[in-house]
């Protein structure tokens, strides 16, 4: 019988869950931004891509609010229900994903 893994959230070193998050991000902004269409802008796009990226971003909110590793995947969830309901206008990238975390409960 095959042995199985999980990942407990509730003790997981939060530094390494963001991490992961960040990288899982990433790999999503890397595919979005190659979908990227002038005319569908919402509040929550930039002018340009900040310089800070989203590990560092992370981080820095991570020092400034202490948030647990709960409010850090809510975050993800939030994000995949914007998408669900507004459709891909809202998708995350380069653009808009600072705006998004910073306003996604932090």
Known sequence: MPTEYY???ANYPTESLLNIVADLLNAIIKENDKLLNSTDITHFHSKSTP???VHAYL???LRFTCFSNEVLLSTLIYFDQIVQTKGPTYAINS???HRLLIT???
């Open 7 to 9: 990942l407990n959230i």
């Open 51 to 53: 310089t800070i990226g």
């Open 59 to 61: 981080t820095r909110i």
């Open 95 to 97: 653009l808009t994903v």
């Open 104 to 106: 996604s409960g932090f």
